[in-house]
């Protein structure tokens, strides 16, 4: 669905891909190196300034889909007259959704090409749901709107990490993905804030109770958001309407020079790059490793409850909830920008995730309230290495955006499982040391730090072939042309560049 851009006249010299006299210093078209920097600085600020946006819709769509949580303290149980695990059922249903949709969500995603309107669409729709679920009054009710809540939320995160990775070069995404992430660490901060005051201030209003009051106040805000984020989100960069024509082949020249191939799809239909994901023993194995680390985060869901085991009264346990997602969105970004400063992956991701099993040791080992509450820190901060490891996916899989788009949802789709089982690691019978909820989730981070090991020393692997050999250029041959085409450099050239790719670790 991408433009093919001409080749343009240039100084004498090597003949291009199509056979001409004509080969060009790629810079000279927007001014120079200079000029050039100057504008590739203004379309990263514009980017970056519009992109910001989604921040807001993923604080938005973590608390549409946790604000349950918040709603239990409030009487959302008793009012529903769930027994048992049904709360914890109400939890994991909203992944069967979210699992279901998130691969086909990115494959129409890629094929249509319009994320500036799909995506704010679904944000329509779940907030509508949202409000809706403030008027069940009973489980099969919640049950129903839960399950469509998680599928149509499924298109959000796995479509904007990839219309991440359609704008942002290898170096600059770890530190967008963390950016975008915070949106989910924000959301438990600021979504406590908000349902304090809500469960607070709403009771018995116009006839309601609180929690769903904080339902319909949520769900509207969403849609508000929605209906404004259209004009302002990006589409891909051949066909993003508010950029100049310059700014577009700016940014598909920025694209093709990071891997040295084009982010075009060529001849890569939807069903043929979920066809290469699918076969691809990396996917997999990215995506064991990430539903790992998903059940080691399952505390998430139950923030409110494990705050709650400090012993103070229901805002107060809010209002403490946030303090540890503050520190984590700090922690978060400050990680994530040294991993793209360094290109080193690995230490980035596990780093976090070991402090993360020691807050865990820590709460299993005592009831002291300080020490319980510094571990909560800890087991917040771990949300770091969650994050660049999206990113590290991404890296892992450069092209092409077929099989990237679906290689994406896959993994986060796949990873939701941890979900479905984190949903019944924390029941209440274990409380309130939750000793083995805690053993369960250091387990899953141990299991995920060797998983990262070992896939950090295939790439190491996949390094030393390329050094040894180019293993891969040749397969890779068409995608290349494209690149220089789109660049308007020479064959020569634009394989010299292919052969200087390699994966970070």
Known sequence: MSRQNSVYESPIGKKNIDGDDRSYDVDAEFGGTEARKVLERKLLRKLDLRMSIMVLIYILNYIDRNNAAAARLRGFEEDLHLRGNQFATLLSILYVGYILMQVPSNMFLNYIGRPSIYLPICMLIWGAISVLTGITHNFVGALLTRFFLGFVEAAFFPGALFLLSKWYKRSELGLRTAILYCGNLSSNAFGNLLAAGILDGMEGKLGHAAWRWLFFIEGAITMAVAVIAIPILPDFPNNTRWLSDQERRLAEVRMAEDVGESDDDMNDGPFKGFMMAVTDWRVWWL????????????????????????????????????PPWAFATIIAFIVARHADKTGERFFHVTGPLVLGMIGMIISLSTMNTAARYIALFLQAQSYAGFIVFYSWISNSIPRPPAKRAVAIGLINAFSQLGNVAGSYVWPKPFGPTYRNSYAITISCFGCAIVMCFIFRQHLISLNKKLDANDQGVSTRRDAILAAARLEGIDEEEALRRAKGFRYLY
């Not at 790992?292 to 107060?316: D, E």
Request: hydrophobic fraction near 50%.
């Open 287 to 322: 995506a064991l490793a990430l539903t790992a680390q998903v059940v080691g985060l399952s505390f998430n869901a139950y923030f409110p409850t494990l705050t709650g085991t400090l012993g103070y009264k229901r805002t107060i346990t809010l209002l403490l909830c946030a």
